[in-house]
């Protein structure tokens, strides 16, 4: 069964830092791209980081730039995103996801479910 699995999702004070890892089981991540999505109550999902399969290139939005870093280890199947400083505006459902090639900007093959980031005081 294919699957996404992402954690260390939680709540953190402003300018604190969380790591995520989305973890693949039943495919390998060679060959795809990893995405990491964020959707906030009301607001349309976006794509704030992207990691390709062959030469580690990334992406990174513009609204998160300096500030977030992704990475992969491809035997341990698990794709990471290092958040710090985060902000206020940074709250949301985060997700991770597979896409068709191993360039980043294909269509997504898989999802993970989420998870949650919260920053508060």
């Known amino acids: 069964q294919v699957q996404l699995v992402e954690s260390g999702g939680g709540l953190v004070q402003p300018g604190g830092s969380l790591r995520l890892s989305c973890a693949a089981s039943?495919?390998?991540?060679?060959?795809?791209?990893i995405g990491w999505f964020r959707q906030a109550p009301g607001k349309e999902r976006e794509e704030v980081s992207c990691?390709?399969?062959?030469?580690?290139?990334?992406y990174y939005a513009d609204s998160v730039k300096g500030r977030l870093t992704i990475s992969r280890d491809n035997a341990k199947r698990t794709v990471y995103l290092q958040m710090s400083s985060l902000k206020p505006e940074d709250p949301a459902v985060y997700y991770c996801?597979?896409?068709?090639?191993?360039?980043?900007?294909?269509?997504?093959?898989?999802w993970g479910q989420g998870t949650q980031v919260t920053v508060s005081s």
């Open positions: 996801a597979a896409e068709n090639t191993g360039w980043c900007g294909g269509e997504v093959d898989y």
């Open positions: 990691i390709s399969s062959g030469d580690g290139s990334t």
């Open positions: 039943g495919f390998t991540l060679d060959g795809h791209a």
